[in-house]
């Protein structure tokens, strides 16, 4: 077997596609193909090129591919690399735009190795292409670019239908959002508040800062925190709603430390007229799912638990009067990186997918939306550590941590059905509401997508 960054003349490798085994012979003797690829020199037939272009060949070449950079294989990896490169042009189909971000991840993975030279320039030239479409988004832009798709809006509507609910009657309503698109859900929620027949309430809103080293996912806003504050401060003084904005340094690395220490000393403080609201809108995940590194002293007496279990542990003993919890329902935690390729694989082909429907092919906002989902796939195949952040977990699993740490599930009213409902008739026939028990799942044509849970203390 050829180690990375050692030179040999290439050998038929032997592969299985769909339970046969089939020989990878990129030395032939047929006349070459006269095309710019990344690695001229392999003739192959474009009759049998065309044989791999399926999803589910796709998979296994990317899963073939995954195995030889793991067993430190370069010569099966550059065969398997130039094949796949071939069959799956980044501005392809759906299908083909899917492996070409997952062939970069994986040449990202290699290359952090430092041992293959040819791999390391190859994922130089893709990241400097990524960073072209790594978009920075206005406020006004990004609350445009969100309403493209139920991707989030889904989690917003019933979320912000719950909350409408648990606050009846309640003269302050404190928010903690935890979330990943910047309060683009508060401004809906301020307009919902107006309207109560007690009239308005006094809000209070308080979101996490990370800090300049924490690495966060995509979208990323253009503007600092303190004036998203005021243009927010500014849009509820329009709808007659008093409002607080408060920042926090924290971040999920640590499980918000700080932010729940900052929570347990305000309850001391509290009169109990205020209504605590904890909105977890597909951040969460971004919590180690195991404890790892040093740990604070509030964190300390948990160290045996993982974070995750003890920022839901701690949450409880704040006592909030209701938590909301939208997340991407798949998995992302295996410990090999062959298991999340392909956990990853048959998930995010949906925003591949669903793209195709409200995005037309060379449009900028395309070029952002799928540049986000390159980001995610690149987090979970080319890190390891604490640097790999994408830590997706099921439903069933979130559903499981809640009980465990004292939550019983309060479902979603007719009403919430009805503003996801109305929500969803405002995109593509693909997109459907499934109610599981008593929570809420996204799906694209039948696939669950993202699920909308909600809480309180039991």
Known sequence: MMQFGESAPPSPPLIHLNGQALRLDLTSPEAPLHRPRPWPGFPISPKSLGSFNTASCMEQL????????????????????????????????????????????????????????????????????????????????????????????????????????????????????????????????????????????????????????????????????????????????????????????????DAFDTLIEQLRVQQLVSDGGEALIVNCQMMLHYIPDETAGAISSTMSMTSSMSLRSAFLKLLRSVEPTLVTLVDEDADFTAGDVVGRLRSAFNYLWIPYDAVDTFLPKGSEQREWYEAGVRWKIENVIAHEGLQRVERLESKGRWVQRMRAAGFRGVGFSEEAVGEVKGMLEEHSAGWGLKREEEDFVLTWKGHNVVFATAWVPS
């Open 62 to 253: 990317l899963v073939h591919c995954a195995n030889a950079i793991e067993a430190n294989d370069a010569t099966l990896a550059q065969q398997l690399i130039w094949v796949l490169h071939n069959i799956a042009p980044p501005d392809g189909d759906s299908n083909q735009r899917l492996t070409a971000a997952f062939l970069h991840a994986l040449i990202a993975r290699a290359s952090k190795t430092g041992s293959c030279k040819m791999l390391a320039v190859a994922a130089a030239r893709a990241d400097a292409d990524l960073a072209l479409h790594t978009h920075r988004f206005s406020a006004v832009d990004l609350v445009t670019f969100v309403d493209l798709t139920p991707w989030h809006r889904f989690g917003y509507s019933a979320a912000n239908a719950a909350i409408a609910e648990a606050v009846e009657g309640f003269p302050v309503i404190h928010i903690v959002d935890l979330s990943t698109t910047h309060c683009m859900q508060i401004p809906t929620l301020i307009d919902l508040l107006a309207g109560r027949p007690e009239g308005p309430p006094i809000l209070r809103l308080t979101i996490p800062s990370p800090t300049a080293t924490t690495t966060m996912p995509p979208p990323i806003l253009d503007l600092s925190y303190d004036e998203l504050g005021a243009k927010l401060v500014n849009f509820a003084r329009s709808k007659n709603v008093a409002m607080e904005f408060r920042v926090i340094p924290s971040n999920p690395c």
